[in-house]
């Protein structure tokens, strides 16, 4: 058991490259300004090569002049965890640990840090732009109502953050509510209102400037695509099609047979029912006409 607690350093390497570092954790030591310059250094040569993704420090003491040799760790873009637990910064700068949106960092650990309510509202005025941070543990921390009403104003307005830990903390039934109406439905009022719109304006500008000018899409009817047919479906409407043509491909021989010269018994046929039409019409107007004239005859005698 007291081997968790001794001072170490564990690092994990990439299994299809050897030479990257995927994982570093520090446990247990202080780390003065020098060490954190040779530690970030060779840590930086090496997230060149593979990239760091995780990066934890627990039960550390970090000196000032330490933290701001270690904040280009903590910017890494492919850095998707970062753990700084029970291992209190100086001046409460938690809100520099907050990576920019061009980052890949998904979860951020505070733990046990002692951070106040004054901390948490410089954390939440760093996170109210942030659209990477998705996990925020406070657990174990002196914020009480007043830091879960930033916390619940930071909700308002930063819908990327979708889990929050606020467990062993000073937090009453006032500032649970106030976290918990944010969760749920809730009117924005005008100033807010603004501000959302200004938060989404400048993420889409980002978009466009990451897009090289090429611009974005317009969500409209003409650029959705439709949701492609599941594989039943299809099977299904090809064997539909398939059996229209086959009955199609029936009727059209047993209603005309061909012969020879291309044409069918039933355009033949026609043509003979109309040369016999005509015909028996010519004998009747015939007929008619002989009759007609004899009677003239007997009646001019």
Do not use: C
């Amino acid at each position: 058991h007291f081997d968790y607690f001794r001072p170490r350093i564990d690092v994990t390497y990439d299994e299809t490259n050897k030479t990257a570092v995927k994982e570093l954790a520090l446990n247990g030591f202080r780390l003065p300004a020098d060490d954190a310059t040779a530690l970030s250094r060779a840590v930086l040569s090496l997230s060149s090569v593979g990239g760091l993704q995780s990066l934890s420090m627990w039960n550390m003491g970090v000196e000032e002049a330490a933290l701001e040799v270690l904040l280009p760790l903590f910017q890494l873009p492919q850095l998707k965890s970062l753990a700084i637990d029970w291992t209190p910064l100086p001046n409460h700068a938690y809100g520099k640990l907050v990576p920019d949106d061009g980052t890949s960092l998904r979860v951020l650990s505070l733990r046990g840090n002692g951070i106040s309510n004054e901390a948490v509202r410089l954390l939440a005025g760093s996170l109210r732009p942030n659209r990477s941070v998705q996990v925020l543990n406070l657990y174990d921390n002196n914020i009480s109502d007043a830091g879960a009403t930033h916390l619940a104003e930071l909700l308002k307005v930063n819908r990327t953050l979708v889990a929050l830990d606020l467990a062993r903390n000073r937090v009453g039934d006032a500032g649970v509510s106030l976290v918990a109406e944010v969760l749920s439905r809730y009117a924005l009022s005008h100033d807010e209102i603004v501000a959302r719109r200004k938060l989404n304006l400048e993420q889409k500008q980002g978009m466009l400037e990451e897009d090289g000018g090429r611009g974005l899409q317009s969500p409209s009817s003409t650029n959705i695509a439709r949701p492609p047919s599941s594989g039943k479906g299809m099977k299904k409407d090809k064997e539909t099609a398939a059996a229209k043509k086959k009955g199609a491909g029936k009727g059209k021989g047993k209603d005309e047979k061909p012969t020879k010269g291309g044409k069918s018994e039933d355009a033949k046929g026609s043509k003979k029912n109309a040369a016999a039409a005509d015909t028996k019409g010519g004998k009747r107007d015939k007929k008619g006409a002989g009759g007609k004239g004899k009677k003239g005859d007997a009646d001019d005698d």
